[in-house]
Antibody, heavy 119, light 107 residues
Framework: VQLVESGGGLLRPGGSLRLSCAVS?????????MTWVRQSPVKGLQWVAS????????YYGDSVRGRFVISRDNVKNIVSLQIDNLRVDDTAVYFC?????????????WGQGTLVTVS | YVLTQPPSVSVSPGETARFTCGGD??????VHWYQQKPGQAPLLVIF???DRPSGIPERFSGYKSGNPAILTVARAEVGDEADYFC???????????FGGGTRLTVL
């Protein structure tokens, strides 16, 4: 199983961003919940959002609810994270990770991350 | 919900490193542990308090009897130097929570 994140970069406060995570080697992809976690030197590891296998349920951390939207495409095997109204404190490395099965299960495979800098 | 971890642990090679993870409800929550080396993504080393994923050495073990949860790394090696994070699913708020992490130094 391989997870590859993309979409990071240098952005201005107030802007928007869409991160993508391409998943390969996982079949059926729709059997597994997926998640985004971010990491910054100030806040450490911070869970951001999770989406169920079929994409019908999503869950968000308190600090991002209302600005972040997680979604998935079970045909293209991609998980996305839409971030609106970017803030300086959204600066972090964003990791995509796979749950063992459902959203309440541990994260057993991680991508290498994509850096988002808001300045 | 907050998980509390000490910021650092230091041991000599061959000694046992012990990490704690405290939380108000941790006695009834499944605790997972991740190892993160510099520049790398986290790696799951213990799940459901005490189970080891395939490929993780037996030197890594987890234990929980009440509060806190504990991760031990026996016969510590320089290659074990990393940050170790604990994690739980808070079913009351439907959120994942990470501890602040503990940095292991082996010297």
């Amino acid at each position: 199983v391989q997870l590859v994140e993309s979409g990071g970069g240098l952005l201005r406060p107030g802007g928007s961003l869409r991160l993508s995570c391409a998943v390969s080697g996982l079949s059926p992809f729709s059997d597994f919940a997926m998640t985004w976690v971010r990491q910054s030197p100030v806040k450490g590891l911070q869970w951001v959002a999770s989406v169920s296998g079929r994409g019908t349920s999503s869950y968000y951390g308190d600090s991002v609810r209302g600005r972040f939207v997680i979604s998935r495409d079970n045909v293209k095997n991609i998980v996305s994270l839409q971030i609106d109204n970017l803030r300086v404190d959204d600066t972090a490395v964003y990791f995509c990770a796979k749950h063992i099965v459902g959203v309440a299960g541990q994260f057993d495979v991680w991508g290498q991350g994509t850096l988002v800098t808001v300045s | 919900y907050v998980l509390t971890q000490p910021p650092s642990v230091s041991v000599s090679p061959g000694e046992t490193a012990r990490f704690t993870c405290g939380g108000d409800n941790i006695a009834v929550q499944s605790v997972h542990w991740y190892q993160q080396k510099p520049g790398q993504a986290p790696l799951l080393v213990i799940f459901d308090d005490s189970d080891r994923p395939s490929g993780i050495p037996e030197r890594f073990s987890g234990y929980k009897s009440g509060n806190p949860a504990i991760l031990t790394v026996a016969r510590a090696e320089v290659g074990d130097e990393a940050d170790y994070f604990c994690q739980v699913w808070d079913s009351s708020s439907f959120q994942w929570v990470f501890g602040g992490g503990t940095r292991l130094t082996v010297l």
